[in-house]
């Protein structure tokens, strides 16, 4: 039997949706859309207390952040993985939207 796939599986389906969807995960490009695991600056890493988002996504431009995406495998609690999204990463950048991806067994 198959192993459940793990994190990073989910990871690289998001990067695949992402890219196909137009967003710029080029992190060295100014007008980058999307961050894996920080934000862009200093100032809004420190509101995250030590703790690594998976995604932050950014305005067309790059410089205002407007979302949070969670990854999560196969299994995780679903309910303790959004309050995480929205506690720890989408209040402290005061963003509209946290999105909760998790690949399907």
């Not at 862009?40 to 998976?54: E, I």
């Amino acid at each position: 039997m198959l192993r459940p796939p793990l994190e990073t599986h989910t990871r690289t389906q998001i990067n695949l949706r992402l890219k196909n969807l137009g967003w710029n995960l080029n992190e060295k490009d100014p007008k980058c859309t999307v961050t894996q695991e920080q934000a862009k600056t200093d100032k809004l890493n420190d509101l995250f207390q030590g703790k690594k988002p998976d995604y932050v996504l950014y305005d067309t431009d790059g410089k205002n952040p407007i979302g949070i995406i969670e990854a999560k495998r196969p299994g995780e609690d679903l309910n303790k993985a959004m309050r995480q999204a929205i506690d720890l990463y989408g209040k402290p950048l005061d963003v509209p939207l946290a999105f909760l991806l998790m690949t399907p067994l």
